[in-house]
């Protein structure tokens, strides 16, 4: 057994029209290395490859087998700063659940947004499952008064954004895998990027907690950084054309920089909405797994989403 949401997604792979996966993994296939790829792939590079993405130093790019351990690792960091007391994690439903379920685990009391000061806040950007990107100001707003913010950027390269770090928000750290855009879920290989003042004391607690990465998986996601061009040009327009099909079936949502949106259309209940989707194998993801049940997440990363969508549509429209 995984987390619930992965469960609720693999138990139902059956259904004929698929709007719950959020990655393009099958769609998408990460670049092979070669051998000579493999032999001399090295963390360093890796880590400056990304790096010059990120627009950082590498000496503040720390690699993870994915996004889900890079979480957990800034997690417990910032669970060794809180002060004497029991800590308190910000965040704002609906939300991606590890980011806020293993604050939960560690200890943290979860809190809504509010100006009361805070040893976590975490967010994903874009927002799954809103799909929405945040500007400076509502990140920054989102992230005052909290000793340190996670920020998910997993579904980032949907979109053409760079990344938040170069706004620079104090105590802001930044975490991203290549199991979403790129679809590479085998490759294991994601990446954490603390603050600038905290780079040495993150560096001690990664070096108790982190082995060195398997060379395959360095060598894969160098081989697929090289074919990066080539796969996001791919994967933006079939996410893009997606995303205009749903907003002409859904308007007034928010503006979609990532491959998922959620639908509050089918509330007060979404959870009883995604069940009854199943008895017509139309799948999607119930919004009580993201903390907001009024809901349910759709994906809108698949080539059959036209066909899909056309279904989901029939079967919201006959609950109505």
């Known amino acids: 057994m995984r987390f ?23 769609v998408v296939r990460p670049a092979v290395p070669t051998a000579r790829q ?16 990120l627009d950082v130093g590498a000496e503040r790019v720390f690699l993870a087998p994915g996004a889900t351990e890079a979480n957990a690792w800034a997690t417990f960091y910032a669970l060794l700063r809180a002060h004497g007391r029991v800590p308190r994690c910000r965040v704002r439903y609906p939300e991606y659940p590890p980011l806020y379920e293993g604050p939960r685990a560690a200890g943290f009391r979860l809190v809504a947004p509010g100006p009361d000061r805070v040893d976590l806040a975490v967010v994903s950007q874009p927002r799954n499952p809103e ?9 920054a707003e989102f992230a005052e008064r909290s000793l340190a913010t996670i ?17 620079e928000i104090p105590g802001q750290w930044a975490t991203g895998s290549f199991t979403k855009v790129y679809g590479g879920d085998d490759l294991r290989v994601g990446f954490v990027v603390p603050p600038a003042s905290e780079v040495d004391g993150f560096a001690r607690f990664h070096g108790l907690f982190a082995d060195e990465m398997p060379r395959a998986s360095v060598a894969g996601a160098l081989a697929t950084l090289d074919a990066r061009a080539a796969i996001l040009r791919r994967v933006r327009e079939l996410v893009g054309r997606n995303q205009a099909l749903w907003r002409r079936a859904t308007p007034g949502g928010p503006p979609l920089a990532g491959p998922v949106a959620f639908d ?18 139309v799948l999607v993801c119930p919004g009580s797994y993201f903390g907001d ?28």
Do not use: K, N
């Open 151 to 167: 920020v998910d950027e997993t579904f980032r390269q949907f979109s053409r954004a760079p990344s938040t770090l170069r706004w």
């Open 131 to 139: 799909g929405d990107l945040w500007d400076r100001d509502r990140l």
């Open 264 to 281: 509050v259309s089918v509330g007060p209940d979404g959870d009883r909405f995604a069940r009854r989707c199943l008895r017509h194998s």
């Open 38 to 53: 493999l032999r001399e792939a090295t963390e360093e590079e890796l880590r400056r490859r990304l790096a010059r993405e």
């Open 4 to 26: 619930p949401l992965a469960d609720w997604i693999d138990r139902h792979a059956e259904c004929r029209y698929q709007l719950a996966t959020s990655g393009m993994r099958g």
């Open 293 to 320: 049940r009024a809901g349910v997440r759709v994906c809108l990363t698949r080539p059959s989403f036209p066909r899909d969508l056309r279904r989901y549509l029939e079967v919201r429209g006959s609950a109505a």
